[in-house]
């Protein structure tokens, strides 16, 4: 019984370290993040903080098992001819191992959970709101808050010579309100470490809302991850996160009549895509055309 115990309370104390390190504050380098890429959202550093907490946390629990593993290759190991004495069961042993990994799943799934709410979780009043609609093979993104010269609402869209660039201000929250047109889409900007798939029929409902904070501004890729159709692998857009000031003078431009590369090149930023390019359908039509 006394060796019954003490397995418990080394488990009890393995259990405490596991959800101790898993809801703390993880440091951020290349180390502690074990391979976790580095996003750009407030919401995506929430995500690599639990990774690194439950790998942590399973490395505690690989290290305590490779230990078992070992005292049990040493201590039990060969000593004669005699069989040694048969066990048939040991009770607190059991009930050890049969409620430790309970508990341990329970736990990170505490904390799966508390990280999913914090990463889907939107305010009653975002600083901006963008529609997305996507639609066999292109995205439109509208801006719902402002007004251009035909009264519309100023929006972007790409064609066969221009990827579309959304432009999105940084230390901003963002809301999404996605809706797609014909099937399922999916909104993916890797660097958001988020993507979100696009249900038809459920515009600006509860599954195709979220929102985030971009810190760092660039350029960055966005893509349509799910498959939906022969063009799928192409429709691709561009993510572009501006200062604060340069998004109103870019939404400035755009209302009072510019293009999307126009009111780009106006704010100081490039106004063709720099991380993808279109499809080139005239090309692929040619191969097609002659077997290619």
């Not at 801006?143 to 901003?172: F, K, W």
Request: glycine share 10%.
């Amino acid at each position: 019984m006394a060796r019954g115990s003490r397995l418990a309370r080394l488990a009890a104390l393995g259990l405490l370290g596991v959800g101790t390190l898993t809801g703390c504050e993880m440091p951020n380098n290349e180390f502690w993040r074990f391979g976790w890429p580095e996003g750009i959202t407030d919401q995506a550093e929430d995500m690599r903080e639990l990774w690194t907490g439950s790998v942590i946390a399973a490395l505690i629990v690989g290290f305590g098992v490779w230990g078992l593993i070992l005292w049990a290759v040493v201590r039990h190991r060969k000593r004669g001819d005699e069989l040694p004495k048969q066990t048939a069961y040991n009770l607190p042993l059991e009930i050890v191992y049969t409620i430790l990994p309970f508990l341990i799943i329970a736990g990170l799934f505490f904390f799966t959970v508390v990280v999913q709410n914090r990463v889907q979780d939107r305010s009653d009043d975002p600083d901006e709101t963008i529609a997305v609609n996507a639609f066999k093979w292109n995205w439109q993104f509208v801006y719902p808050e402002t007004e251009g010269p035909d009264g519309e609402p100023v929006s972007t869209v790409g064609n066969t010579s221009q990827i579309p660039v959304l432009v999105l201000p940084v230390d901003r929250t963002i809301r999404f309100e996605v809706a797609s047109a014909d099937v399922i889409h999916s909104f993916w900007v890797p660097e958001f470490l988020f993507k979100l798939d696009v249900i038809p029929g459920n515009e600006n409902g509860r599954d195709n809302v979220f929102e985030v904070t971009v810190r760092e501004e660039g350029a960055y890729v966005g893509r349509c991850a799910e498959l939906c159709g022969t063009y799928h692998a192409y429709m691709n857009f561009e993510v572009r996160a501006v200062s604060g000031d340069d998004y109103d003078a870019y939404l400035d431009a755009r209302e009072s009549g510019m293009g999307t590369f126009e009111a780009l090149e106006e704010i100081g930023q490039p106004g063709q895509s720099s991380t993808t390019t279109p499809f080139d359908y005239l090309q692929n039509t040619a191969q097609t055309s002659d077997g290619g």
